[in-house]
Each structure stands twice: as structure tokens, then as C-alpha cells.
């Protein structure tokens, strides 16, 4: 099984419209994609007490295989790309994985 890991970095004056990720975006995405299964985790804070969160929200999208999230990125990755200004001005950092456990 394979994840796609979509960070969006917390920085000064950054925003993100958490209910259009959950309720438009992700949904979409899993569609589009194929994906067999979404999450999504909201920052609350750092490591120390009181720090700030490295990132505002992590989504999360599983994959039968790697195979599958290639061939669909393909086609639909510009369409998901063009939607994120609805819902955050953070530029997405993003990971592939495979899931061990």
C-alpha cells in the first residue's frame, strides 16, 4: 500500500479553510484519484508547549500501489493543484510512502 502525504507548511500569515478541505477538496481528491481511503490531521502545536505547529494540516490519500496514484496524478493533478488556492495560500510539501505497518 502506498500513501501520498500532502504537508502544508505553518508560516507567518499563512491561512487554510479547514471545513473546504475536508468537505471539497479531499473528497474530490479521492475521487479523481482513486484513492481507496483519505485523513486528514490539523496542526495544534509543536513539540514544546506553546510552539506553533510545522504545519497547519497533513492529508493523508492511500493507494493500492504506487501504480495506481501515478496513473491518475497524471490526468487529474492539475485540476487538484488549481483548487488549492480556495482553500489555503501554503504551498503543499509532498511525501510518497510506502506503508510498512
Known amino acids: 500500500m502506498s500513501r501520498v502525504?500532502?504537508?502544508?507548511p505553518n508560516r507567518e500569515g499563512a491561512t487554510f479553510?479547514?471545513?473546504?478541505?475536508?468537505?471539497?477538496?479531499?473528497?474530490?481528491?479521492?475521487r479523481l484519484l482513486g484513492a481507496t481511503g483519505f485523513s486528514?490531521?490539523?496542526g495544534?502545536?509543536?513539540a514544546?508547549?506553546?510552539?506553533?505547529?510545522?504545519?497547519?494540516?497533513?492529508?493523508?490519500?492511500?493507494?493500492?500501489?504506487l501504480g495506481d496514484f501515478q496513473k491518475t496524478i497524471v490526468v487529474h493533478g492539475g485540476e487538484l493543484?488549481?483548487?488549492?488556492?480556495?482553500?489555503?495560500?501554503?504551498?503543499?510539501?509532498?511525501?510518497?510512502?510506502e506503508v510498512k505497518v
Request: hydrophobic residues 40%; glycine residues 6%; negative net charge.
Open 44 to 46: 495544534i502545536g509543536g
Open 48 to 65: 514544546m508547549p506553546g510552539s506553533a505547529a510545522p504545519y497547519l494540516a497533513i492529508g493523508y490519500l492511500l493507494f493500492e500501489s
Open 81 to 97: 493543484m488549481a483548487d488549492i488556492v480556495n482553500y489555503t495560500t501554503s504551498s503543499p510539501v509532498i511525501q510518497i510512502s
Open 17 to 30: 479553510d479547514m471545513d473546504y478541505y475536508c468537505n471539497s477538496h479531499m473528497p474530490m481528491a479521492q
Open 40 to 42: 486528514i490531521d490539523q
Open 5 to 8: 502525504s500532502v504537508m502544508y
